[in-house]
Structures are given as C-alpha cells and as structure tokens.
DNA sequence: CCGGCTTCTGTTGTGCACAACATGATCCGA
DNA sequence: TCGGATCATGTTGTGCACAACAGAAGCCGG
C-alpha cells in the first residue's frame, strides 16, 4: 500500500478508506472474512478511534458489517440481491451516455486504450484473482468518467464493484475457465474502446450493458450446475 | 424524539441515525446549518464517541460534511448537482415498476389512503416547512416499498430525500404559492393511489413520473426570476 | 490609522482505558 | 456420561482527556 503517514490527517482517513475499499474489492479481503480492529489499527500506526471512523463509513455503504462482540466482517450478498442488482445494472449501463454524457477527452481514451493492452496482455492466474481483480476495478474507475452525472456514476460504481468482487471470488471458487473469461472482459474493453474512438457513447454503453447480461447469464448457469 | 436510552445498545446507533436523518430531511438542521457533537451528545445522554460514528456513516451518505477544526456542517447542494439528481429521477421513476414490481399489499395500500388524507387535510403554515416535510417524507418511505429491489429503492430514497428536503426549503425561502405547492402534491398522492387501486403499477410511476418532471420546472423557474 | 502577529477560544480528530457483549472451554453435579 | 452453569477470552462499543486545527479577537509596532 502506499505510505500515508507522511499525509496531513484529514486526508488520511480518505486514504485509509480508498484503501480498504481497495482490498475488499481485490478480494485481499474474501467476502465472510472477520477483519481485526485492533491488527488494521497497528497495520496502518493509528488507534483504534480513528479506523472505526472509516469503518462506519464502509458499514454505511455496505462493504462491511459490525457485530459487537463478535467482529467486523466483510460483506456476502444473497444470489437474490446479487440477481437484483445485476437487473439494475442492465438499465443504469444505458443511463450513462443518457444522461449529462461528456465527449472522452484525449486523457480518458489514453486511459481505455491502457487498459485494452493490460486485457491483453493479461494471463490466467489460478492462484491469485488480484490481476483480474485490478483490471476490473481499474476499468470501472475510468468508465465513470463518460458521464457528468455524479450520483448516477457513483452510484453504478457502487453496484459494479459489489458485483465485480462477487464474480471474480466465485469464478476463481469453481471451475470456470478462467482464461475464457478473461478473454471476453479483455474483449469487452477493446470493443468499447473502439466505439469511443469514433465517439459513439451509446455504442459503448449498448456494448457494456450487453456483456454485463452475458455475465450475468453465466454466473446463473454456473449457480444452476453447483446446486 | 422517540426515547432511545431504553433500546438495547446496538439499536440504539441506528435508532439515532434514523433520528438525524429525520431532522435533516424535515428541515429541522437547514443546509449549511453547523451542527455541534458536544450539544448532541448531550441532548441524547452519551459522549461524542458513539454520536461520531453515526455522523461518520451520514457524512458517508452525504448529507453531512465535517471539517476538522470548523464543524460539522449539514450539506448544501449546488444547482447543477440538483439537476443532476433531478434528471436522474426522471429516469428511476419508471424503473420501479419495471424491475421486481411488487402488487401494493392491502397495507401499503391504506397506507397510501392515510396519505392522502393527510394531503387533502394540510393547510399551508407559512411558519413551519415541518408538516410538508414530514408528508412528503412519509410519503418516500411508503413509496419505497411498490418494488422489492432493494439496492434501486434505497437509492431513489436517498436521492428523493435530498431533493425534498432542498425543494421544501428553497419553498419557503422564496414567495412562491404555499397553498399551490401542496396542493399539487396532495393530487399527486391521490392520483398514484387510483393507479394504484386498479393495481397498475406502471401507471403509478408514469404519475410520479411527471410530477417530478412538473416540480423540477417550476424549481428552475423560480430560480431563473431570482438571479 | 493600519497591517501583521499573537493569543485565545471553540471545534473536530486521536489515543487509551474500560464496559458490554458473544462465544467457546471448563468445571461440577446428578 | 451427560447437561447446564460458570468462567475465560477476545471482540466491538463507550467515555474521557488531550492533541491538532481554524478562525476571530486583540495587541503591538510602524
């Protein structure tokens, strides 16, 4: 992680919780993992008063939950939950080069463009979800650069990386073929990439919503063949 | 306020942050209001500890913001993030009914009667925004329940909060009709419960639909003839 | 009279000790 | 041997004292 002891306070709790909204979506953190208080205060040099500040931040918005007496843990979401937001998604992704879209800049399309070649160049791991992990997690922050509408992309944001950590940790729980799905992401991302070269922003939204139904789909086959 | 002291002690954060919304979303804290956590740890027998982790988690949800040294302010919105909310209302208005509608039970039902009694039975007090508020507040939480997709519901209740609570407050702050105002809301509540009652959840929304669209206009209007 | 510095006051942020709580291990009696 | 109460341990929640900080009032030198 990078240093933040050297950073004035306030900015420190922002710091520590981009952190650590960091490792739960890198799935550092599984989903169901108790997260020690007293280890993350001495891990990070502060007390326990000012992490507890930033964990009631992460409890709020739903990454992690809080039982006293028992423990902090990382959040799981029921299939149902999960199948709701994926519905939501599928109408937000359209939203976005609806509502207040803003041309790419030259610095956004550079930033795509990256990304596409990282998809490429991006092997299967079967030890280790964080490269994949990293990629998505990347993909989504520049994603929510094409539209101007600040809450709207917070909040498919949000949604998009509850839903990311949850695919990548059971894709790497079962038996799916990892580099077939790495292909299609890597794919998805060159594809979007290329409508937002000529400009079209509802191409690109057209194209993401589709292969987030196709992931979608996916994920409810494999659920049908484990049970 | 409801007495909390007697709650059980992990209720009690909740039952406290439920309150504070309250009083942010009923104009009883106006934006830019300062709010002290010496006075309200006070007011509700704790010390600050406790207080600041509930004002962590509505920092987290934006409607407060804290500045080290300063205070802790209740958040204001600029007109453009208004829009912004507004035009993406328009567009959640009508994926209630589309994603995991729920047919009204006969609760929600004399709820939405209730509601609109007490529309048809409000008169306009110039001197306090709280019976209006407290209306339209009631009135978000009934609404929420017309689709089980929680993460899309919890949002609109969030967006619609912060919209209200601004709308009701620039409502009284300027010289537009009162009267007119509710009015307007009370046939709005009583529309979406005919739709409603002939169990068509489609046109419910299309009825909130416009009157979010309606309310939005005149807002930008009185803007316009102030500046 | 004025500009800059200092001091003072009130605020949020932090550290630490302890209370409240849940859970599993242990002990004891039947 | 078994059931239940009791205790031990580790966790989150709370209270309190103090540090860090921002802003305004006051002071002093020019």
Redesign the interface.
Known sequence: MDDIAHLS??DRADALEAELRERICLLDYLPGQRLSETELAEEFGISR?PL???L??L???GLVASR?GVGTFVTELADE?LD??Y??RL?LAQ?AA???PVPPAPETLSRFRRLAERGRALRPDPDSPRPLARLIYDFIQVQAELS?????MD?ATH?YSQTARLWVHSLYASDLDLGEEIAIFAREVEDILQALETGDLEAAALIHRAHVSMSWRRLRARRLTRS
């Open positions: 306070a306030l008063t507890r500040k930033v009631a931040k409890e709020g918005a006293h939950e709701q937001i519905r939501l109408e939203l609806k509502l207040d101007a509408n600040r809450p709207l909040f949604l």
